[in-house]
């Protein structure tokens, strides 16, 4: 079974075991995607060098004995309505090509605290 088809507790729970790293996890959905968004079409932005030095940083974290949140390691999409300082939010929309939050939005502030690994940002329609 691919690990991107597993359940997100599921998922923590090996990694906090150390079964599996954050990097497997996130490699695993990066080859999904790769698999299946040319049909799919649903990624408006995908950062995939962004996504696994997130998921080094958290097996590091890890690694040093250092708190894991209730996300860690969990690969996520964010709507590319929701502002992330590390990536363009476009709205869907060819006026806000190229548009640069400087700060996260909360939503994304909670999941990064919680361990959440950002992939990308989710197609939305204008």
């Known amino acids: 079974m691919s690990l991107s088809l597993e359940t997100a507790t599921d998922l923590v729970a090996k990694i906090k075991a150390g079964e599996i790293t954050s990097q497997d996890l996130v490699r695993d959905c990066l080859e999904r995607i790769a698999q299946t968004d040319g049909v799919v079409k649903a990624w408006a932005h995908l950062d995939e060098a962004h996504a696994l030095a997130q998921a080094k940083a958290l097996d590091e974290a890890r690694t040093n004995g250092k708190p894991m949140g209730p996300l860690h390691g969990i690969p996520v999409g964010i ?20 548009r640069q939050p400087l700060a996260d939005a909360t939503l994304v502030a909670k999941l990064r605290e919680a361990g959440a690994v950002i992939l990308g940002k989710n197609v939305t329609t204008e």
């Open 79 to 98: 709507k590319d309505i929701i502002d992330t300082a590390d990536m363009p939010t476009e709205y869907g929309a060819s006026a806000f090509a190229g």
